[in-house]
């Protein structure tokens, strides 16, 4: 599998899964911006507060190759192979220099399903951190150009759907956590039905009885999740239930 190069310059909506804008020169310079998913270009946790720049990549196709006046091998790359990618000015097709690839085994970069679980397992215990604590959310609206009470109510429903859902099971969910996702989500649904739209800033819906609901049980179900901690990002882990 071949990727090219590029540069994570800045976080511009924080709509699932996260969108990013990229930066790829050129063999002559030339510098095109490309806007993509989070998980199309890196496999980091990138979030609207994060650090920019940072290393991403983008999958792409071989056109073919030659060698410049000094020697320097140079390759057309077309970015709208396989995944049908392009730059804002439409632009696919790019001529760069081989150091500039990366060949990567494939095989390598799947992960098993219970990996999988796990990252969705560690993403809702930094949602319940965010959730339930008031300076958190302050801090985070300081750092992020989003609209941070949306993103709290909206962020839970990218992970839980279904509070049932079989998925969130042994070994990767415990009995207690499973008990604490559904309780944490019915106050969660009734906070959703109850705030206003378009939801009010930070200080004004600190002030109410729906966000303090909201943040006590956040809380109450992190430390559930806690008793535990963060699973392996990488590795199926099995731990004491």
Known sequence: MLKIKVRIERFTDD???GWVECRLVDATGVQHLFEEKVPVVTTEKIHAGGAFPSDGVIQCSVISTRYSP???ELVTIDTNSPWGIESKTGQTRFEVFRD???EIDESAGRVTHRVVLQRIR???IEYLELASSFDDQRDYQSRAPVHV???IINRWEDYVND???PAFTTPT????ERVAIAKFHDTWDDVADATPEPLPDLDTLFGTREWKRLRDAAFESLQVFLRRGKLSEAEEEIQDQ
């Open 15 to 17: 709509t699932f899964p």
């Open 70 to 72: 000094d020697n320097q």
């Open 100 to 102: 500039q690839l990366l």
């Open 122 to 124: 560690n993403r809702m």
């Open 149 to 151: 009470p949306n993103e």
């Open 163 to 165: 509070p049932c859902d």
């Open 173 to 176: 969910f415990s009995d207690a």
